[in-house]
């Protein structure tokens, strides 16, 4: 509890821009902005054929609420302060790495070996080092699942180097 | 007496009873695998179905479509995984549970309350089909825009979050729904050339990436942490005092599930987020809501499963699916040579009456499977992490990737995977991004065709007494938790 107190209090000696509440609220603004400009360069239906609203009124209307409710969020942010998280920790990001290797592989190689090289990955940087568990989530795992989704619900994957000797 | 009779019929049938089997088990184990389902299944299995006679094959698929709405309850409890988007509402509490190594307890009552549900639907589903039938015809559109408002005011107390910020969440889902090609006009929204978008954002790889993917990495960030799980309480189910806490909860659930389903086209989801709505509405501790009450879990569950029987009356009392399950079972029906119609019930009641009979079975099969099996599949939360999550991960690339075998859902599901785990940093709950995805179509479409039907004139939805009647229930549902929190206060 002591922690947080002075977790709060560093928060609120921060500058304003380098609080998560200012920096959230920027970036949902930003993104929201940017998506309403691109409602504007949806085509729009002639007066003639026009039944009802516009197809841009519609997120027209939501972004520009989305918008309003973040202001009202950041201004009732500046009265009370949210918690400062903790920093994320390198297994955090290694996962993230690992959704990174896995869209890699199964882009260029294969995507069963990218689920494998993630599992593997994965449970490795999360403690596992024992080979025939490191086996068993990277391989005999993925082999089981892609013979019940491939063999019993007649689902075909992507092509790839696995997937490709499998099917010829 | 005679229609009871005709029920009982699936029971003395030695092939019925294998089908009822086979279909169930089916069903389950579709459930609980991430973006497959009973629609899926049913589509799959409708080949085969022409090998069997009528009954026979509409009861496989009916069994299919009660037993996969259970099923994903399953992985929705151990794994923050909804194995269909109607168990998305079970993971709020059902998760938390199981964290709290009560799995067991929260599988139970999942799986007493989708039982309980179930039947009542059927029984529902016997004495009122072809009344609901007419009252489901008397909604338009503008009695479905004011449903889908009805809806929509769950938003604001669902969730842990602040109530603006799950306006936030609940506004972005909508706008998600706004994605693709425009029902009305054709016109592109949000698509950014991308071809695959065209179609709109998939429900099962938002729901898969903001609670399993988010779920990953935020166990990413425990993994140095010690947990004190006690064991054994894993495998405890409910107890007596759970299910007097409950029981209130499960039947008001099943009759707002059994509503819902009758109304053509909405169906388990919307049904489930409802009845977990009002379950905390109801509730004397709505505050443990989302921190695994047990009446959460009852709430979300009886109403999904309830909304089996009730999709059902639509679809055999007016040929109108009350789902996108019933419409594969409405496939199978015409394929068979079944016309559905208020004459199927004069005509053929010895084949409908067998149908509301399978169905009470399959209930039945799939509770034998559930609550027997919930000890077994309880002891999955014991898996280490470090093990278990690369499976998870697995499974649900691929449940998403079979959807459309669409690659693009993958990564889709992997983007709200990355933005779920940062909403719920920074205190924005992932739900109402759920709910608004559900009922943003809903919403907008029912909106503008109203205005079409209305000429622009937006004060004729108050000339409609149903949509008027949701109005005024969505200002209740509204003002009532404030009116609660002002008397908790005093």
Wanted: with cysteine.
């Amino acid at each position: 509890m002591k922690n947080v107190q002075k977790q709060k209090r560093a928060n609120k000696s921060l500058p304003f821009f380098f609080r998560d509440e200012f920096r959230v609220s920027l970036i949902i603004i930003l993104i929201s902005l940017a998506l309403l400009i691109t409602t504007f360069t949806f085509d729009i239906v002639p007066p003639i054929l026009n039944r009802g609203i516009q197809p841009a009124a519609f997120p027209k209307a939501l972004l520009v609420l989305i918008i309003i409710m973040t202001l009202l969020v950041y201004y009732l942010a500046t009265k009370k302060p949210w918690k400062v998280q903790k920093k994320l920790p390198k297994s955090f990001f290694l996962t993230l790495l690992s959704f990174l290797i896995f869209v890699v592989v199964s882009k260029t190689l294969d995507f069963f070996l990218g689920i494998s090289a993630l599992s593997i990955f994965v449970s490795y940087y999360w403690g596992e080092k024992r080979i025939i568990y490191l086996l068993l989530v990277g391989i005999i795992f993925p082999i089981i699942v892609f013979i019940f989704f491939e063999t019993i619900l007649g689902l075909r994957f992507p092509p790839g180097i696995l997937t490709n000797i499998y099917y010829s | 007496m005679d229609n009871l009779l005709l029920m009982m019929a699936p029971l003395f049938s030695s092939k019925l009873l294998l089908v009822l089997f086979f279909g169930t088990l089916f069903g389950l184990i579709l459930g609980v695998l991430p973006g497959l389902g009973p629609t899926t299944g049913g589509a799959l299995i409708l080949p085969f179905t022409m090998t069997l006679d009528p009954l026979s094959a509409i009861v496989l698929l009916t069994s299919i479509y009660c037993a996969g709405t259970y099923g994903g309850a399953i992985t929705a409890v151990l794994i923050n995984t909804p194995g269909t988007p109607a168990a998305a509402a079970t993971c709020l509490d059902g998760y938390p549970l199981a964290q709290k190594g009560e799995a067991g307890r929260a599988l139970g009552m999942a799986t007493v309350s989708s039982t309980v549900g179930g039947i009542f639907s059927v029984i529902i589903l016997v004495f009122f089909a072809p009344m609901l039938a007419k009252l489901a015809y008397e909604f338009g559109q503008p009695e479905y825009f004011a449903l889908a408002i009805f809806g929509l005011t769950m938003l604001a107390s669902i969730g842990e979050g602040s109530p603006i910020k799950n306006l936030i969440a609940g506004a972005f889902g909508i706008l998600i729904s706004t994605v693709g090609k425009d029902f009305m006009t054709s016109i592109d929204r949000f698509t950014f050339g991308i071809n695959e978008l065209t179609e709109g954002i998939g429900f099962i790889p938002v729901v898969v990436g903001l609670f399993a993917m988010s779920e990953m990495l935020t166990q990413s960030t425990l993994i140095n942490q010690v947990f004190n799980r006690i064991a054994l309480k894993a495998i405890k189910l409910p107890s007596k005092e759970d299910y007097k806490k409950t029981w209130k909860t499960i039947l008001r659930s099943s009759g707002i599930g059994s509503f819902i389903g009758v109304l053509p086209a909405e169906g388990g989801t919307v049904a489930s987020l409802i009845g977990y709505s009002e379950a905390k509405r109801f509730s004397k501790k709505p505050e443990k809501f989302g921190k695994g009450s047990i009446e959460g879990i009852a709430g979300a569950e009886a109403a999904n499963n309830a909304a089996t029987g009730g999709a059902m009356v639509p679809t055999l009392a007016l040929g109108i699916p009350g789902s996108a399950t019933t419409a594969v079972i409405l496939t199978g029906l015409i394929i068979h040579g079944v016309r559905p119609g208020p004459d199927l019930f004069r005509e053929q009641p010895d084949f409908l009456y067998g149908i509301f009979g399978a169905m009470l079975i399959a209930n039945v099969l799939f509770f034998i499977f559930g609550f027997f099996g919930a000890k077994i599949f309880a002891r999955i939360t014991l898996v280490p992490n470090k093990i278990l999550w690369p499976m998870i991960f697995a499974v649900s690339v691929c449940g998403t990737y079979s959807l459309n075998q669409s690659i693009i859902d993958v990564w889709i599901m992997l983007f709200f995977g990355v933005l779920g785990f940062f909403m719920r940093r920074y205190g924005f709950s992932v739900v109402p991004v759920i709910i608004g995805l559900i009922l943003g179509e809903l919403v907008e479409g029912t909106l503008r065709q109203s205005l079409v039907i209305f000429d622009g004139n937006w004060l004729m939805f108050f000339t409609r007494p149903i949509a008027l009647t949701f109005f005024i229930l969505s200002l209740i549902a509204l003002a009532f938790p404030l009116i609660r929190a002002k008397k908790i206060k005093k």
